[in-house]
DNA sequence: TTGAGAACTGACCGAACGGTCAGGAGGATA
DNA sequence: TATCCTCCTGACCGTTCGGTCAGTTCTCAA
């Protein structure tokens, strides 16, 4: 009934060994042929399914980049305190969920501009660190900025920590960084520094 | 007087274009032509004097790691609480210092293993991330990796940001990280939550 | 002046990449 | 059976890359 299943059949499998490779050695050292290989396929199969290799990567983090709009959807009709916690778990939680994902963001981060697919995506990006603030305040934004950086970077390399351990610590480390008293107007200095 | 003061006056003119390349364009975006031709050289001249690609970026990268090694050891030589601070604005020091080397690094740093320039580099951010703890508690040394991601991070992309404010930014974010209470033994849930 | 060695180069190579294209295989339809 | 369309493929293309090599130019001491 879905017009026509093989299709969907051949395009989820290149998905998924995509996703694996990706997650693995990377977007740039994963080549089309290694996918295709991966796959079952050819090298031509999955440029017929995919228009370029940035469609496919725009393929493989479509699930991840539909839950983050969502959780903002979900943060923003909530109280501001309210949403900045379910922001931070919710992006942590995020993170875990998708952590094979994550090294290839970051990898992919700089270049993404220049690719059509992701322009939705960098917008999201803004809107989920004006909500891990809780606030407009830039130093807020900063220290939110800070704390995804700290996230994304948690995931570069292929840990052997679980699930539960990962979680915990991003946790822990967002909500040191993010709640608590405002930091100071200029350079603050703690009691007894040099 | 220095054997070959020709030699080095090229090798040092090399090194100086492939750190400006690699901190704009990043590491595997910029080809040893255009080392080479913003040298005001060939090709074939760079590779006569480094041993190929990585040496270049071992030899662009050098001055760096030889400043953390010896941040490293002064800092060693303190007692524990100032070796921690001293290590805290340090190493935040550097980072700005070093700015247009630190994407560089952050994009190699999954295939630094495979270099074996890198080894005394991979050891010094162990040494690094351990006097950044300021303790061999596992939570904190956790805390220390998340805060050096965080700071990595912050040097990804090129922002335009002044560096006393990218400093000031990092050293209020990692001590807020590293500093105070030590984190609860298990995954603390502050108060009011779903 | 001259010769030896250092410094440098153009031409070339093989490999890998993303992408294109004409056409084959195979099932549904008439 | 004949036709059509979807799915798929091998062969090929142009480009870029890191790296090699034989040979030329330059430097400097004897």
Redesign the interface.
Known sequence: MTATPVRERTRREIEQQAMALFAEK?Y?ATSLQDIATAAGCSKATVLYHFNGKPAVLAAVVEPAAATVTALIEEATQLRPAEAQ?RAITGFVDLAVRFRGLL?VLN?V??TMPEIPEFGPMVADGQKLIRLLAGSDDPRRL??A??????????F??PHQRADDEL???????V???L?GPS??P???S?PG??
Chains 1, 2 share one sequence.
Do not use: I, K
């Open positions: 990377g740039q916690d090294a990898e981060v700089p900063d220290l900025g800070f704390a995804v950086n700290g996230v994304l970077g948690e570069r390399s979680r915990e610590l991003c946790v822990t480390a909500r040191r960084l709640t930091p100071g200029t350079h603050a703690p520094q040099s």
